[in-house]
């Protein structure tokens, strides 16, 4: 069993910034990426940037020149570095981490997805 924890969020006005981190701990075979999605209020949940273990990212164009995702695979840690935050960024941020299977010799995206339970951001004067 994989058991993910977040923690960063919570309050900043506007143009503000936060960081957010996400820790996996249990019984992980491999990990093929890392990363993070949100769901605001009334929405559906987005993904919001990914990393593989491999260092090759991904972020939503909502976020694109103001977060940034980076991870440590010694520590099965992911973070995500927000900043000039707006009110449409408020939402809870979920951590998420995709196992990787073995096909054909080299490690590719499978197996079973895990999340955390969320932290909340919230985004207001």
């Known amino acids: 069993q994989v058991q993910l924890v977040e923690s960063g969020g919570g309050w900043v006005q506007p143009g503000g910034s936060l960081r957010l981190s996400c820790t996996a701990s249990?019984?992980?075979?491999?990990?093929?990426?890392m990363g993070w999605y949100r769901q605001g209020p009334g929405k559906q949940r987005e993904l919001v940037a990914v990393v593989t273990v491999g260092g090759r990212t991904n972020h939503a164009d909502s976020g694109k020149g103001r977060f940034t995702i980076s991870r440590d695979n010694a520590k099965n840690t992911v973070y995500l570095q927000m900043n000039s935050l707006k009110p449409e960024d408020t939402a809870v941020y979920y951590c998420k981490l995709a196992e990787g299977v073995y096909k054909s010799g080299s490690l590719r995206v499978g197996g079973v997805a895990y999340w955390g339970k969320g932290t909340l951001v919230t985004v207001s004067s």
């Open positions: 249990g019984s992980i075979f491999s990990i093929y990426a």
